[in-house]
């Protein structure tokens, strides 16, 4: 089992829509949890971290499952300029971030 | 501020060549980090440096070789290029390491190895 899995998708939702993609995670110690964004054939960059107590920004909410050792996130009012790769990323127990392979969004017009 | 910044932005190789690839950073972080990125996998750690004077092992560390040659700069060599590493890598900084801030990545370098 791979430490952060994620459905590789593509996601392919029309422009307004609500679209939501989970990560699942293997380290039942990890404590820091974070949503990057990557932009075809560029760099990741950090959208949110992701607090015990969820966290939104904008359309944009983020949770996290303890118990289920998920976190989720939420794209309200989905813009075309949201297509993208979204990275979930775990500290892991030796201080390193371990990345999944991401989920693809497309938004259509 | 240009943030991050790698050299080359593309490169092809002949197998058993070397290079380096170089990685600068100008927003005072302690942190450095090399990641590679390939199909279907999430970045893998390559080698980092949790502050200037220090590097260490990733999960990939094979074939690789770094030098933090100051608070800036951080670089990563390889010495006998393999189809293997074939692969984008991607220089990082964070202010500090253990996993709880931001990092900040560079436009990365595509390099294939033929």
């Known amino acids: 089992r791979k430490e952060v899995e994620q459905d590789p998708g593509p996601f392919n939702v029309p422009e307004g829509a609500t679209v939501a993609f989970n990560c699942t995670y293997s380290n039942s110690a990890s404590q820091s949890f974070f949503w990057y964004r990557q932009d075809c054939r560029k760099e990741p960059k950090l959208l949110m971290s992701v607090y015990s107590s969820g966290n939104e920004d904008g359309r944009f909410t983020a949770q996290l499952n303890r118990a289920s050792q998920y976190i989720s996130l939420l794209i309200r009012d989905s813009k075309l300029s949201d297509s993208a790769t979204y990275l979930c990323v775990v500290k892991g127990s030796n201080y390193q971030l371990i990345w999944g392979a991401g989920t693809k969004l497309i938004i259509k017009p | ?114």
């Open chain 2, 1 to 114: 501020n240009a943030g991050v910044t790698q050299t080359p932005k593309f490169q092809v190789l002949k197998t058993g060549q070397s290079m380096t690839l170089q990685c600068a950073q100008d927003m005072n972080h302690n942190s450095m980090y090399w990641y590679r990125q390939d199909p279907g996998m999430g970045l893998r750690l390559i080698y980092y440096s949790a502050s200037e004077g220090t590097t260490d092992k990733g999960e990939v560390p094979n074939g690789y070789n770094v030098s933090r040659l100051n608070k800036r700069e951080f670089s990563l060599r390889l010495e006998s290029a393999a189809p293997s590493q074939t692969s984008v890598y991607f220089c990082a900084s964070s202010k500090l390491a253990g996993g709880t801030h931001e990092q900040f990545f560079g436009p990365g370098t595509r390099l294939t190895v033929l």
